[in-house]
């Protein structure tokens, strides 16, 4: 994308909603000096590995990486903040995907090793997470087992000291410049997610090998995990043996919120670019943004930003200050920012005309970027789902009461 500075601070008036406080108006005034350094200018997305290691060295430096690590080890906090992530992710979006895809695997692919990783294994790690001199990476889905995680094959079975395991993983985010994994892998016969646990692998692992490299639209680094009689020590096994599929739903509980986040970012720069673009193009003795047409689609626009807004903090606060359990609220904010952020794109490109398919440019790489924030860490069907069966488990509201 193109060089365009964000919203002024003072302008985002989303930052005095009662979602957020003092702290969070001054870390966002630090992700603004970082995107308005350069940094983001001229990012080379025919070369992703390249790129993505530059963009996690200087968000490490930048202190943004902060806010992927409890305040042990450098953060913000003495937790991880939903908050915090959710609107580092949705400036960097707004800037540059890639940046944001960069800071959101620091936390996501390091994310297990903070809640269940021993003393030593987290002093090793997660400093280094934060400065952004390593590297780390989530492997979860397989080939037949993305959704539906109870169909994982990949096995690990003990032998001896050793863990002995077999398989692949695909669709791996930082697959191939990973310094570190967090795998997921049947350790037991116990049936459907009870038998999985998980480990800590190295690239350099012997029977460790990056089967392939895997395109996609929007690009990043991506690939297929392959595990031939891959040795590994007891002692890598995180948390306890059969919960790694608990560990793993834990961790995207925590960072899920943030994929609203990122579709957030991108929705405000699609909606800021084309009311620039409405405000300038004449046609027909006016301008765009005279026509009624186009005011009741920014009015539109504007309403889809604000209600996934709405949902989106609302499930990061809920976590944050509450501390209770929003496996619902994230669930609805994901769906509802990605689809919601989805149209307001489409609309943006339908405004732009002919020059808003234009390969290269902001709507076309935006268009890019938000088709695929709907599908991975769980498409949107699957949302549905997972909100429709709590209020079937638990009620709502009112509804609940009555019960």
């Known amino acids: ?11 985002r008036d989303y930052l005095d909603w009662p979602f957020f406080d003092p702290g969070h108006r001054e870390f966002m005034q630090s992700v603004d000096a970082f995107a308005d350094s350069g940094t ?13 290691r530059r963009l996690v ?29 959710v609107l580092a992710r949705e400036a960097l979006a707004y800037r540059n995907g890639l940046a944001d895809f960069s800071l959101a695997m620091q936390g996501l692919g390091s994310g297990p090793i903070t809640l269940a990783g021993s003393d030593a294994l987290k002093n090793a790690v997660l400093p ?11 492997a979860l889905s397989e080939k037949e087992a993305g959704s539906d995680v109870a169909g994982m094959s990949t096995t690990a079975r003990l032998e001896g000291s050793n863990y002995v395991i077999n ?24 049936p459907g997610t009870r038998g999985i646990s998980a480990f800590v692998v190295y690239p350099d692992d012997p029977g460790f090998s990056i089967a392939e490299r ?8 991506l690939a297929t995990l392959r595990f031939n009689n891959m040795r590994i020590p007891s002692d890598r096994l995180l948390g306890a043996s059969g919960e790694g599929f608990k560990l793993a739903m834990r961790t995207l509980d925590i960072f899920r919120a943030s994929v609203a986040g990122a579709a957030l970012g991108f929705a405000r720069r699609a909606f800021d670019e084309v009311t620039a673009y409405a405000r300038s193009r004449r046609l027909f003795g006016a301008t765009l943004s005279d026509m009624q047409l186009t005011q009741t689609r920014l009015g ?8 996934a807004a709405l949902l989106t903090y609302r499930a990061a606060w809920r976590r944050d200050v509450q501390q209770l359990s929003t496996t619902r609220e994230t669930a609805m904010a994901k769906m509802t920012a990605t689809e919601n952020a989805q149209t307001v794109i489409d609309t943006a490109l339908q405004l732009f005309g002919a020059r808003g398919v234009r390969v290269g440019g902001v709507t076309e790489s935006l268009y890019r970027e938000i088709r695929a924030l709907r599908i991975y860490e ?7 789902m997972i909100v429709a069966r709590d209020i079937l488990r638990n009620g709502i509201g009112l509804a609940k009461q009555a019960a």
């Open 1 to 11: 994308m193109h060089r365009h500075t964000f919203t002024p601070l003072h302008q």
């Open 40 to 52: 983001l200018d001229n990012v080379d997305h025919s070369n992703v590995d390249d790129a993505c």
């Open 57 to 85: 060295a200087a968000l490490g430096h930048s202190g943004i990486l902060r806010a992927c690590v409890p305040g042990q080890f450098g953060g913000f906090g003495p937790a991880i903040e939903s908050r915090r992530l």
């Open 128 to 138: 280094k997470v934060m400065r952004g001199e390593l590297i780390p990476a989530f």
């Open 167 to 190: 398989g692949e993983k695909t669709w791996i985010s930082n697959g191939g410049i990973a310094d570190i994994y967090v795998l997921f892998a049947r350790s037991s016969d116990a």
């Open 214 to 221: 895997i395109d996609v639209m929007a690009p990043h680094p």
């Open 300 to 307: 539109e626009m504007a309403s889809l930003i604000d209600s």
């Open 378 to 384: 769980g498409a949107t069907e699957v949302q549905k």
